[in-house]
C-alpha cells in the first residue's frame, strides 16, 4: 500500500495515511476536527477543504459550485487522497471544540438547580429536600481497635465491622484489589482509615480504602451526555454544594449529528472505539480541568453520574448501540448496574464507581428519567408535560400514577445543524429577531452580543414568527416571492430571506434562511408538536387539563414562548404553565449522585414510564402532516395566534 | 320541518355554494349556468338534510389531440379530436355534457409549448361556440401555468369560470388571476384531507372567497385506489359537515383521465380475451369509476366518452329521486 503525507494547514499538521483515505479521515487522524453532520456520506456540505497541491479523487457533488471546484473546494468526506497533499481548512468547515463561553453556559445551564434559593420558592417541589442527602458513595473515617486475642478476626473483617456499624447491618463487599496490601496499610495508618461505601444496592460495597482520615474530601460528577452537548457539574458530596458547572461540545460530532448517523458510523472500522473515545476524552478533560481549578486531588473523586439518551450511554460504556436502529428497536440495556469508573475509562479515583440513570427504551432515555424525576412528575398530583426539545425531541406526560413518553424524531434544526446559517447556541448566535414594517430591516440580539456568525434555535422559532407576522411567509412556511425587497431574493438553495448582510456579519457571508431550510423547521416543529398531541389524545385527555409544562433543552432559557406557540412548536395554553428547566438532564443526574434514594427512584420510574412508539401508530401521520403548517391546519388548536 | 330540524342537530354546516358560468346579466355570456355545493347531508341521504343541487358532468376536451387513445375513445370521438371547439360542442350539445373542461396539454413544453396567445383564443372560440360555463384547467407544469392562466382568465374575465389546478407549492399566481377576473379555482392536494384544508387556507388567505374554491382530492379510478379516495373524501366532508369551513368546498373529480389511463379500459379484445368487448369495457369502467366518485361525494365529474356521460347521468337522475 502506498502511503501518502497530508499536510493540514493552518495548523501545518502532517499525518501519513493510506493512499484511497479520505481528508476527513486523515483530519481525525491528525486530531483536527472537521464539521461532519451527516457522518461523511457526502451529504451535508460542512466539511469542505481547500486542496492546495496534490491529487485527491472525488466524485462530482452538488455541494460544491463550479467555481469552488476550480478553487480547489472538495468535500473532505469524499476526497480521497492519491498522492501527498497540503490542505486548507476554512474557520466554516472546522469543529469549534474550545469549552463554550461562560455566558452560553449561564444561559445553558442556568436550571432550576444553580440557582437554589430562587426556585424554592418559586417550586417548592423541586427543592434540594426532595431527597433525603445519601450520596452514591460516602467516606466514613474509622479509628480501628487493633487486633488482640479476644478480638482476633481478620483485617477485612475488622474494616466491614466498623462500617456494619455505621450503616447497619447489611451484606458488604469490596474487590480484591481493595483487599491485597490492606494489613500493611491498617498498621502503616495506625488502624486510622478512610473507606468510601456505596450504598445504593441492596448489598454494601467498599469502594475504597486509605489510610488517615480523607473523609471530608469526598467530590463527584454529573454528567449529561448530549448528542450536541456535553454538561458536567463538579458537586462536593458532603456539603452538598455545586463547585461549578461546564459545558463542552461531544466530539463525536465529527462522526454524525444525530445518534442514527452515529449508530451507522459504529459500524465502521474502529467506529464505535473512536466515538467512545470521542465521548471519554471531552469527559476527562473537563473532570481534569475542574480538580485542577479547584485544587482537587482526583482520589478524591469517588463517583460520576450519567444522564443521557440511550445511544450516548450505549456508546460511553463502548455498548454496541447497532440494535438500536433495527426494527423492533431494543437497546443492549436501558439499565446498567455500576461499574468501575475506570473500566468506562473514566479517570478520578481508579476505584471510583460510575452509575449511568437508567433509560425507558432505545429513543428515550436516562435524559428523560432524570427530567422526569428533576421535575418531581412521578410524585406530582398535577398531569404534568415534559418537553426536551433537542435533535430527539422527547416527551413525557403523566403524573404520580402513569407516565408515558414517545420521542419525535425532531432532527438538529433547532440545534442549527443542516441548516445553511445554523449554528448552536455559542457566540454571535443570533437568539432573538425583530422585523421592522415596511422596510422588512432586521434587529437581532446574539448570544455575547457578538457579531452575528449564524441562527440558533430560539433565534429561528423567533425569526419564523416575525416572517409570519409581516405576511413574508404563506402558513405553508414558503417565502412570499412577490414582496419587492433586497432581503427577499432567489439564491443558489432556492428562495432566502437574508437576515444580516456580509458586511454587518461576522463571517464572510450573508445570513439568510431558505425555502429549505424553513421546511426542515417545519418538520422539527410538526414532529414534536404531533408527539405530544398524539400522547394527549391517546390518554383521552385534553391541553387544557395539563396543569404544568416543563421544557427542557439546549434553548431553554432564551425561548421566546409566545413565538414557539406561534410557530405551532408548542400547545397554545395558558403561558403560566410553561415552566423552563433548562438542562433538565443534568439536574436529575446531580440528584442520583446526592442521594441514593433519588438514584432508586429514577430506576424505578424509568420501569414505570410506558414508551409508546410513534412509528407504528397509525394516527401519528395524519397529525403529523395536521401539524405541517403553521401554525396548525387545525387553527382551533392555537386561538391566541394571530398573524397579520 | 320535521326533517330540517333532525338535519340541523345533525350537522352544523353545509358545504359552501360554488355558482359556475355568468350570464348577460351578470356579466358573461353564458346561457347556461350552475350551482353546485350548499349540501347538508352525505350524498343522497336526502333525510339527514337538504341536497339542493344534482352533481354536473364536464366534458374532457383537450386542445391537442392525443395519439394514444384507446380504440373506444379513437373511434367515438373520431370526428372531434382534432378540433376541440367542435369536440367541446358535440359533448355539450349531442352527448349530454353540462359543461366543458378544456385541458391546455398542449401549452406544456414538451407537448406543443403553445403560448398564451393560443389558449386565450381557443377558450374565447370555445365561449363563443358553446353555451355553458368552461373548466380550464393547465398542462400541469408550474412555470408555463403561471404564464398562460392568467392570460386566458384575463380574457375570460366576468365569465365566472373554474380553473385549475393549484398545489400547495404553486398557488399564488393563478389564484390571484382568478381572484381579479371574478372566476373560481381549484384546490388540488395529494389524496390528504390535511393537505387539502391547508390549501384551502393558503387559497383564502390571500384574499380568494371560500365559496369560490373547489377541491379536486386527486382519485384513483377503480382498481386504482378509487376506496382510498373514497375514505378521504368522506372523511373530509363529514368534517366539513360537522363545523369545518375550510373543507366545506365540493369535490370536483377527474374520472375521465383517471379511468382511460386504467389497463382494464385500454387494452384491447384480441389482447385479453377473457376480458370481453374492449369498447363496452373502457365505457363501463369509466361510468363505475364516476358512480363510485358520486357516492363519495362528488359535485363535479369530469368524463371523457359520451356512452358513459350517459349512463352516468342517468345514474344521476335516479340517485337524486328522494
Redesign the interface.
Known amino acids: 500500500m502506498n502511503k501518502y503525507t497530508v499536510t493540514f494547514y493552518p495548523e501545518n499538521k502532517k499525518v501519513e495515511v493510506e493512499r484511497g483515505t479520505t481528508i476527513l479521515s486523515a483530519a481525525i487522524s491528525a486530531h483536527i476536527h472537521l464539521n461532519s453532520a451527516c457522518g461523511g456520506d457526502g451529504v451535508c456540505g460542512r466539511c469542505k477543504v481547500v486542496v492546495k497541491s496534490g491529487t485527491v479523487h472525488s466524485e462530482t457533488s452538488g455541494k460544491i459550485t463550479c467555481e469552488e471546484r476550480k478553487l480547489g473546494v472538495y468535500l473532505a468526506c469524499q476526497a480521497l487522497i492519491e498522492s501527498n497533499i497540503e490542505v486548507e481548512i476554512p474557520a466554516e468547515s472546522r469543529l469549534d471544540l474550545g469549552n463554550l463561553s461562560k455566558e452560553e453556559l449561564e444561559l445553558r445551564l442556568r436550571d432550576v438547580y444553580s440557582k437554589a434559593e430562587d426556585i424554592t420558592q418559586a417550586m417548592p417541589s423541586l427543592g434540594a429536600a426532595l431527597f433525603s442527602h445519601a450520596p452514591l458513595v460516602t467516606k466514613f473515617c474509622f479509628q480501628l481497635p487493633k487486633p488482640n486475642f479476644d478480638d482476633k478476626i481478620s483485617d477485612l473483617e475488622r474494616v466491614y465491622r466498623a462500617v456494619e456499624d455505621k450503616i447497619g447491618e447489611k451484606p458488604i463487599q469490596t474487590g480484591l484489589s481493595n483487599i491485597r496490601h490492606l494489613g500493611e496499610l491498617l498498621r502503616a495508618s495506625d488502624w486510622k482509615i478512610t473507606v468510601a461505601v456505596s450504598q445504593k444496592g441492596p448489598v454494601a460495597e467498599i469502594v475504597s480504602i486509605e489510610p488517615q482520615d480523607r473523609s471530608d474530601k469526598n467530590y463527584g460528577f454529573a454528567f449529561d451526555i448530549g448528542t450536541t452537548t456535553i454538561s458536567a457539574q463538579l458537586v462536593d458530596l458532603n456539603k452538598q454544594k455545586i463547585l461549578g458547572t461546564k459545558a463542552a461540545y461531544n466530539r463525536q460530532a465529527t462522526f454524525g449529528s444525530d445518534v442514527i448517523s452515529r449508530i451507522v458510523y459504529s459500524k465502521a472500522q474502529d467506529g464505535l472505539e473512536k466515538l467512545h473515545h470521542a465521548v471519554i476524552d471531552v469527559a476527562n478533560e473537563m473532570i481534569e480541568t475542574f480538580t485542577e481549578e479547584h485544587g482537587i486531588d482526583l482520589n478524591d473523586v469517588t463517583a460520576v453520574s450519567v444522564a443521557g439518551n440511550t445511544t450516548m450511554i450505549h456508546l460511553l460504556l463502548r455498548v454496541d448501540p447497532t440494535y438500536i436502529r433495527q426494527e423492533p428497536y431494543v437497546p443492549t440495556a436501558n439499565y446498567f448496574p455500576a461499574v468501575k469508573a475506570a473500566e468506562a475509562g473514566i479517570k478520578i479515583n481508579p476505584h471510583g464507581l460510575l452509575f449511568c440513570l437508567s433509560g425507558v427504551a432505545s429513543y428515550v432515555g436516562a435524559d428523560i428519567t432524570a427530567g422526569v424525576v428533576a421535575c418531581d412528575i412521578h410524585q406530582s398530583k398535577d398531569l404534568s408535560l415534559l418537553i426536551d426539545i433537542g435533535t430527539n425531541g422527547e416527551i413525557a406526560l403523566g403524573y404520580s400514577d402513569w407516565i408515558i413518553s414517545c420521542a419525535a424524531s425532531a432532527g438538529p434544526a433547532f440545534e442549527g445543524s443542516g441548516m445553511s446559517s445554523g449554528l448552536r447556541a455559542t457566540r454571535g448566535a443570533i437568539q432573538e429577531v425583530r422585523i421592522k414594517p415596511g422596510s422588512f430591516d432586521v434587529e437581532y440580539v446574539t448570544i455575547g452580543g457578538d457579531k452575528p456568525r449564524g441562527i440558533c434555535g430560539s433565534g429561528y422559532i423567533d425569526l419564523i414568527c416575525e416572517l409570519f407576522k409581516h405576511g413574508i411567509l404563506d402558513k405553508n412556511g414558503k417565502l412570499n416571492r412577490e414582496i419587492k425587497s433586497k432581503r427577499l431574493r432567489n439564491g443558489s438553495l432556492g428562495h432566502e430571506f437574508v437576515v444580516v448582510f456580509e458586511k454587518e456579519s461576522g463571517i464572510d457571508a450573508d445570513i439568510v434562511i431558505t425555502d429549505s431550510d424553513l421546511d426542515n423547521l417545519k418538520r422539527a416543529k410538526a414532529a414534536i408538536y404531533s408527539g405530544i398531541a398524539i400522547l394527549v389524545r391517546h390518554m383521552d385527555i385534553d391541553f387544557k387539563d395539563i396543569k404544568k409544562i416543563f421544557i427542557a433543552g439546549g434553548f431553554g432559557t432564551s425561548l421566546n414562548i409566545e413565538s414557539a406557540v406561534g410557530i405551532g412548536l408548542i400547545p397554545d395554553v395558558d403561558r403560566h404553565k410553561y415552566i423552563f428547566v433548562g438542562n433538565s438532564s443534568l439536574a436529575g443526574a446531580r440528584q442520583a449522585l446526592l442521594s441514593c434514594q433519588a438514584s432508586l427512584t429514577s430506576d424505578e420510574v424509568a420501569k414505570n414510564i410506558t414508551y409508546f412508539e410513534l412509528s407504528t401508530d397509525p394516527e401519528y401521520m395524519d397529525e403529523y402532516m395536521a401539524a405541517m403548517f403553521f401554525p396548525h391546519t387545525d387553527i382551533k388548536r392555537f386561538p391566541s395566534v394571530k398573524y397579520v | 320541518m320535521a326533517e330540517e330540524l333532525r338535519s340541523q342537530q345533525m350537522y352544523g354546516l353545509r358545504v359552501h355554494e360554488l355558482k359556475l358560468g355568468a350570464t348577460r346579466e351578470e356579466g358573461g355570456s353564458r346561457s347556461k349556468v350552475f350551482k353546485i355545493g350548499n349540501q347538508a347531508a352525505m350524498p343522497f341521504l336526502f333525510k339527514e338534510g337538504e341536497i339542493p343541487y344534482a352533481p354536473i358532468i364536464a366534458a374532457e376536451v383537450y386542445d391537442v389531440p392525443d395519439d394514444d387513445w384507446p380504440q373506444s375513445l379513437a373511434e367515438d370521438l373520431k370526428g372531434v379530436s382534432k378540433n376541440p371547439v367542435d369536440w367541446a360542442a358535440m359533448m355539450a350539445e349531442d352527448a349530454g355534457a353540462d359543461l366543458v373542461c378544456l385541458k391546455l396539454q398542449g401549452i406544456h413544453p414538451d407537448f406543443g409549448d403553445k403560448n398564451s396567445k393560443d389558449a386565450g383564443s381557443l377558450a374565447t372560440a370555445l365561449l363563443k361556440r358553446v353555451k355553458t360555463p368552461l373548466i380550464i384547467l393547465g398542462c400541469g407544469q408550474g412555470d408555463k401555468d403561471n404564464e398562460v392562466l392568467p392570460y386566458v382568465s384575463e380574457v375570460t374575465k366576468g365569465e365566472r369560470l373554474l380553473f385549475g389546478c393549484v398545489v ?2 404553486n398557488y ?1 399566481t393563478l389564484t390571484a388571476a382568478c381572484i381579479a377576473d371574478g372566476h373560481n379555482i381549484i384546490a388540488e392536494s395529494p389524496i ?1 384531507v ?2 387539502a ?2 390549501l384551502n ?2 387559497i383564502s ?1 390571500i384574499g380568494m372567497p371560500q365559496d369560490r374554491i373547489a377541491i379536486n382530492p386527486t382519485i384513483g379510478a377503480l382498481g386504482y385506489g378509487l376506496e382510498y379516495a373514497y375514505s378521504i373524501m368522506e372523511r373530509a366532508r363529514s368534517a366539513a359537515l360537522s363545523g369545518d369551513k375550510m373543507l366545506a368546498m365540493p369535490f370536483i373529480c377527474f374520472v375521465g383521465q383517471e379511468a382511460w389511463r386504467a389497463k382494464e379500459a385500454r387494452v384491447s379484445e384480441a389482447e385479453s380475451p377473457l376480458w370481453g368487448n374492449a369498447r363496452e369495457r373502457g365505457v363501463m369502467w369509466e361510468a363505475m369509476t364516476a358512480i363510485a366518485m358520486l357516492q363519495a361525494g362528488a359535485d363535479i365529474l369530469t368524463m371523457r366518452h359520451p356512452k358513459a356521460i350517459k349512463i352516468v347521468k342517468a345514474a344521476i337522475a335516479e340517485l337524486m329521486k328522494r
Open positions: 400547495q407549492e399564488k390528504d390535511n393537505i384544508k391547508q387556507i393558503l388567505d
